[in-house]
């Protein structure tokens, strides 16, 4: 399994605006791509303090690489007004052997 972490800081005025455009718009677009499986959104208890760190889970690297340069720049532009920072991208490996259970679940 693979993983894009982003970190980023969104202001704090359009936290609710962000999570209904995530709902209501970027997630029926991650659900349409091959490959992708969930996204966990972290936001911290205080905005202003802390960035969010949003994981998207992938099956894997080429799914969501694919993704990166087909999709994730217009999904960038629609978040942009909602954000206080730029955002971070790291991608990560998921060492599936640490968390099996977690991964039975995503699979259900």
């Known amino acids: 399994m693979f993983a894009r972490v982003l970190n980023f800081e969104i202001?704090?005025?359009?936290?609710?605006?962000?999570?209904k455009l995530m709902k209501d718009e970027i997630l029926p677009i991650l659900r349409k791509q091959p490959g992708f499986l969930e996204v966990l959104p972290f936001?911290?208890?205080?905005?202003?303090?802390?960035?969010?760190?949003h994981v998207s889970l992938w099956m894997d690297k080429a799914d969501a690489e694919r993704y990166e340069r087909e999709q994730f720049p217009k999904i960038h532009e629609m978040l942009k007004p909602h954000l206080a920072t730029a955002i971070n991208v790291r991608p990560y490996h998921l060492e599936t052997k640490l968390c099996e259970h977690f991964v039975e679940t995503i699979a259900a």
């Open 11 to 19: 202001k704090p005025e359009k936290k609710e605006d962000f999570v």
């Open 43 to 53: 936001f911290p208890e205080k905005l202003r303090d802390e960035k969010v760190l």
